[in-house]
C-alpha cells in the first residue's frame, strides 16, 4: 500500500453551523484513526483547507465521503502525491482555527495577508498547512 498526501480547500455551504465544525471534526478523528490516515484540517469561518495523509485507497476512501459533504462545496484538490514519510503523523486530523491564521502567516505563503486558499499553489498550501501545524490546539 503506497503512502500518499492529499489537499484541498472547499467552502462552507449555506446554513452551516458551529455544531457542524465540531462534528466534523469528532467523525475525522474516529474515522481516520481506524483507517491510520493523519493529516490537518484548518477553518477560518469561510473556507477549510484540509491534508490528509495515509494509504491511498484509504485516503481516497475518505475523500470521496468529504467530496460527498453537503456542509461545504466548491472543493477544488490543490496538491496529490506520493509520499516517503508522514509530515502530520502526530494527529489523526489535527484542527487550526481561525485565532492562529493571521496575517503575517497568509503573506508568507500566498500574494495577500488574508486566508484564500483558492489562490495558493499546491506547494503553498502545503508549507502554509506545515507552519500553522505548530499551532494544532485540538489533537
Ligand atoms: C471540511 C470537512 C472535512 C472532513 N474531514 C474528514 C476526515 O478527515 N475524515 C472523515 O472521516 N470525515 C471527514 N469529514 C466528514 C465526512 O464528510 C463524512 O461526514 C464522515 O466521514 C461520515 O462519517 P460516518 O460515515 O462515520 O458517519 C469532513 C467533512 C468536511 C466538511
Not at 485565532?99 to 493571521?102: G, L, P, R, V
Given at each position: 500500500m503506497l503512502l500518499v498526501q492529499l489537499i484541498y480547500v472547499s467552502s462552507i455551504s449555506n446554513g452551516?453551523?458551529?455544531d457542524d465544525i465540531a462534528q466534523i471534526i469528532d467523525s475525522a478523528k474516529r474515522n481516520n484513526l481506524s483507517r491510520d490516515i493523519t493529516g490537518i484540517l484548518c477553518f477560518n469561518r469561510k473556507y477549510f483547507l484540509q491534508c490528509l495523509e495515509g494509504s491511498r485507497a484509504k485516503v481516497n476512501e475518505i475523500y470521496h465521503k468529504i467530496l460527498n459533504d453537503k456542509r461545504h462545496d466548491n472543493i477544488i484538490m490543490l496538491e496529490y502525491r506520493e509520499i516517503s514519510?508522514?509530515?502530520?503523523?502526530?494527529?489523526s486530523m489535527g484542527y487550526v482555527g481561525d485565532?492562529?491564521?493571521?496575517e503575517a502567516t497568509n503573506k508568507m505563503y500566498s500574494?495577500?495577508?488574508?486566508?484564500?486558499?483558492?489562490?495558493?499553489?499546491g506547494e503553498s498550501a502545503f508549507l502554509l498547512l506545515k507552519h500553522l501545524s505548530k499551532t494544532v490546539n485540538v489533537v
Open positions: 452551516f453551523t458551529e514519510q508522514r509530515d502530520f503523523v502526530d494527529w485565532t492562529s491564521i493571521n500574494v495577500s495577508s488574508e486566508f484564500d486558499p483558492y489562490k495558493v499553489s
